[in-house]
């Protein structure tokens, strides 16, 4: 299984940044898939996950800033995120997972600062 994302970037406050992930596995859809994120000296935190039955979590704090979908056909996975701030920034990970397996990708790089 590979994982790529994409789409990390230096954005201002307030913001908008849509990341991306690109799963080359067999039966996507039959698996869920999740972006996490980590900051320098914290925990890896579940931001938003998205299951095989498209149903949707996201990290409570978020206040609906951000949005997870997935394309099927492309076997992508996108993280819409929109007013950002600096506690957004960590490095962004895709996960993917279910069935008693679990792939991470490498991290894209999210920083929000002026």
């Known amino acids: 299984v590979r994982i790529v994302e994409s789409g990390g970037d230096l954005v201002r406050p307030g913001g908008s940044l849509r990341l991306s992930c690109q799963i080359s596995?067999?039966?996507?859809?039959?698996?869920?898939q999740a972006w996490y994120r980590q900051a320098p000296g914290k925990q890896r935190t579940l931001v938003a996950r998205?299951?095989?039955?498209?149903?949707?979590e996201y990290l409570e704090s978020l206040n609906g800033r951000f949005t997870i979908s997935r394309d099927v056909d492309l076997s992508m996975v996108y993280l819409q995120m929109s007013n950002l701030s600096i506690d957004d920034s960590a490095v962004y990970y895709c996960?993917?997972?279910?069935?008693?397996?679990?792939?991470w990708g490498q991290g894209t790089q999210v920083t929000v600062s002026d």
């Open positions: 998205i299951t095989s039955r498209e149903e949707t």
């Open positions: 596995m067999i039966l996507f859809s039959y698996y869920n």
């Open positions: 996960w993917t997972g279910g069935w008693g397996v679990d792939y």
